[in-house]
């Protein structure tokens, strides 16, 4: 059931009606039954592989947290020398590691076979074809389940700080079951931490008018961003990527930096909106977007787009493999030859290539995502080798870095890198991709393309045109002000009249301007894939 | 009061040293005023990296993954209650 369709209004109203109606200290199950029959109208298969992630995740999480509880009993004997107690440590520890690894294994053994199986299996397939062995791939009709890869992750964080003894193992498994299926947000996140999600379920929810209006106003907001815009501009980047062939450079060149702007506008209108239904029910998600076509850098940039993605690889990935013994010494041994700067730098390589290569994994069971997280490693990399050098530079050249003029260009410039990995993400293949970025080199001609008026063909007509450029340049002023205002707090000090009129245009705009299909079925989320 | 004074002195000196070894792999930095090393975007993660590993091989520690937190290394100070903490524990 995706956000923009009327069954999920329907569906909403009730639980929120309902969940409202229910005294106080029932109310969180009112959200676990909604989640559950939310996950099983998805497909009765599908909530078997969640239920099997919840109950392994639940019992190892218990069982880690028993063993913190018998160390901490055996550290407190009498007469202890510092050597025994580490002893103690270092073998609860190890006991502790091998219910994590049993964990992942379940875990990210049931994400990786039915994400990865048939793509592992083709490749390896054809690298026995470059062996000039014969052999026919093992491809299994497999389907995945919904928000697989965004709840996996998600008890994956739970676990390991269970392990690090960061909170204790939740005790009661319904509340940790809505933990991992709170419906507004298992789709496609944002991936939330069991000690920031979970106590929200069970205190805030009393009847809150003015929360739940700024729930409902972000909601509609998300749904503007995906019907208005999103789902607009899809039109004229699938004209132009599905005839890849044929569509020449200066096509390329907009339907990539439309894509761009799509892709913003699906994922985050998604997060509005299940930040919005969250909040009707007195639960703040996670942050997911930070503006970040704002960014200067790529590394900034990272730090404002799918941000629980990136600071879940920072701290299940990034550290844990960058503090590991070899890491370590890489560290030491590179500043000791290298100097400091240029060794961190080169020891770093091997952490980032570990994120960037599991990012886009993650993302999907094709090279496309692998060379587009690859691209991505590259640019971070770049980034923090080129950024002391731009800055002398600059400095040298007495160029005022935080005026605006400069600020533009370095936003310009991490868009355009932006849109380059946006090539691999979109294309249907690693050499499409190649050949769009060849043509958008050798094959551009912007008086032929105005002249030939190549945007009446990318299946928008001029009304279209119109109300997508509208809506993008309202896009930008609202994040504009997002910046350094509070949008719904801005609305809510105007007069009644002024405020039912922006709440009425808002309904309007989607009703009238949204795009809705054929015969009015809602299209998917990008991210729903992952 | 004079275990106090050696306590005081002693924690003195072990801030002067890991001041010392900061200094020396980030000269740049005033780490003696910085008090928002971390959320001022001062340092990055490679950086804390490179503290990490000075630290663990200069005073014989483990510094686990999630006591990789803002709070912990935000100013010479709270690296230095973190060292201490993490050499009282182990």
Known sequence: ?530 | MLSKTFTLQHTNNKMEKIQELLQGIMPHIDFENERNLIDDGILDSLDIVSIISELTSEFDIEIPTEEITPENFNSLQSISTMVDRLMEED
């Open chain 1, 1 to 530: 059931m995706q956000f923009n369709t009327i069954e999920f209004a329907v569906f909403f109203l009730c639980v929120l009606i309902i969940f409202y109606i229910m005294p106080k200290k029932f109310r969180w199950i009112v959200l676990l039954i909604a989640s559950g029959i939310f996950y099983l109208l998805a497909g009765i298969n599908f909530l078997a592989y969640l239920g099997i992630t919840i109950l392994s995740t639940f019992a190892f999480g218990l069982g880690i947290d028993h063993i913190h509880k018998v160390q901490k009993v055996n550290l407190k004997q009498d007469g202890l020398t510092r050597d025994e107690k580490k002893h103690i440590k270092a073998r609860y520890k190890r006991n502790r590691q091998y219910l994590v690894a049993l964990n992942l294994l379940v875990n990210l053994g049931l994400l990786f076979f039915i994400k990865y199986f048939n793509f592992l299996s083709s490749n390896f397939s054809r690298l026995l074809s470059f062996a000039k062995v014969d052999s026919t791939p093992l491809l299994l009709e497999l389907v995945l389940p919904l928000g697989i890869s965004f709840y996996t992750f998600q008890t994956i964080g739970y676990i390991v700080d269970v392990y690090r003894g960061k909170y204790a193992a939740e005790r009661n498994i319904f509340k940790f079951a809505l933990f991992v299926s709170f419906f507004p947000q298992i789709i496609q996140g944002p991936i939330g931490r069991f000690d920031k999600l979970s106590p929200q379920f069970f205190e805030n929810n009393e009847f809150d008018y003015k929360r739940i209006c700024y729930g409902l106003q972000l909601f509609l907001w998300g749904l503007f961003k995906k019907l208005v815009i999103a789902d607009r501009i899809n039109i004229a980047v699938n004209q132009v990527y599905d005839n890849w062939k044929t569509s020449d450079g200066v096509s390329f060149i907009i339907a990539t930096a439309l894509y761009s702007i799509q892709i913003y506008a699906d994922f985050s209108g998604c997060m509005d909106m299940a930040g919005g239904v969250a909040e009707t029910f007195g639960v703040q998600l996670d942050k997911n977007f930070d503006h970040p076509y704002f960014s200067k850098t790529m590394p900034e940039f990272w730090r404002r787009w799918h941000m629980t993605l990136g600071t879940w690889f920072k701290d299940y990935l990034f550290y844990p493999v960058s503090t590991s013994k070899f890491s370590q010494k890489l560290n030491k041994k590179s500043r000791k030859r290298f100097g400091n700067n240029a060794g961190r730098l080169i020891a770093g390589c091997f952490p980032i290539f570990v994120v960037w290569l599991s990012t886009g994994f993650w993302h999907g069971a094709e090279l496309k995502y692998i060379a587009w997280g690859l691209f991505h490693g590259i640019l971070i990399m770049s980034s923090l080798i080129f950024t002391p050098v731009n800055n002398a530079i600059s400095d040298k050249l007495h160029i005022p870095r935080e005026k605006l003029p400069f600020r533009m260009f370095q936003m310009i410039r991490t868009f355009i890198l932006c849109c380059i990995g946006r090539v691999f993400f979109r294309s249907p293949s690693v050499s499409v991709s190649f050949t769009i970025l060849k043509k958008v080199i050798t094959d551009v001609n912007f008086s032929a393309f105005m002249k030939r008026l190549t945007y009446l063909n990318m299946g928008l007509d001029e009304k279209d045109w119109c109300v997508a450029a509208v809506s993008i340049l309202l896009l930008w002023a609202v994040s504009l002000i997002q910046e350094k205002y509070k949008v719904r707090d801005l609305i809510a000090k105007r007069f009644i009249v002024v405020r039912w009129i922006v709440f009425y245009a808002a309904v309007f705009a989607v009703i009238v301007f949204g795009i809705y299909g054929p015969g009015y079925d809602a299209s998917t989320f990008i991210y729903n894939q992952f």
